[in-house]
T-cell receptor, first 115, second 114 residues
């Protein structure tokens, strides 16, 4: 398995532009998570899905952020409009809910820079 | 609510030294506990886990024991290598009180000198 695949690896955009981050989870995994990592706040859970349905989006910072999972093999995180304070590394992770096995598999992340 | 506290870094050691990274947790239920490792430019990787009290997780020479009486899950390795230089995250997941979310500590950066 190729693991969790995120694209792009790096994104530089101007303030006010729309940004879309993409994630392909591991086949067969039924949970998908979006995290944001910054030096100041560490790892923050933004939203997670179970069987393509959003379960908890309480970590989404503002209405400018939205996430979708149209099918089991693809998810997007969109920021519109983007702001410099959105600059961070965004990680996608997936997991298979099995009793006694709750570990996640993370993607390599998307480093977003908003200038 | 549930939380994880780990020792602040960075931790700097010489090769072959003994490593301990402290981690304590707060949880109202019976969480599963994890250590993840993040190498530069990469995502987090699951290093080891323990799902109940007194369980010992181990992998690649690293160990951690789930201590319910002290609410701790300290990471240890007997002899570190330069290649162990990374950021280590302690984490917990409690299905009963936290849903299927994992809460991560702030991370501890480890530098190993040759």
């Amino acid at each position: 398995d190729a693991g969790v695949i995120q694209s792009p690896r790096h994104e530089v955009t101007e303030m006010g532009q729309e940004v879309t981050l993409r994630c392909k989870p591991i086949s067969g995994h039924d949970y998908l998570f979006w995290y944001r990592q910054t030096m100041m706040r560490g790892l923050e859970l933004l939203i997670y899905f179970n069987n393509n349905v959003p379960i908890d989006d309480s970590g989404m910072p503002e209405d400018r952020f939205s996430a979708k999972m149209p099918n089991a093999s693809f998810s997007t995180l969109k920021i519109q409009p983007s702001e410099p304070r959105d600059s961070a590394v965004y990680f996608c992770a997936s997991s298979f809910h099995r009793v006694g096995n709750y570990g996640y598999t993370f993607g390599s992340g998307t480093r977003l820079t908003v200038v | 609510g549930n939380s994880v506290t780990q020792m602040e870094g960075p931790v700097t050691l010489s090769e072959e030294a003994f490593l301990t990274i402290n981690c304590t947790y707060t949880a109202t239920g019976y969480p599963s506990l994890f250590w993840y490792v993040q190498y530069p430019g990469e995502g987090l990787q699951l290093l080891l886990k323990a799902t109940k009290a007194d369980d010992k997780g181990s992998n690649k020479g690293f160990e951690a024991t789930y201590r319910k009486e002290t609410t701790s899950f300290h990471l240890e390795k007997g002899s570190v290598q330069v290649s162990d230089s990374a950021v280590y995250f302690c984490a917990l997941s409690d299905l009963n009180t936290g849903g299927f979310k994992t809460i991560f500590g702030a991370g501890t950066r480890l530098f190993v000198k040759a």
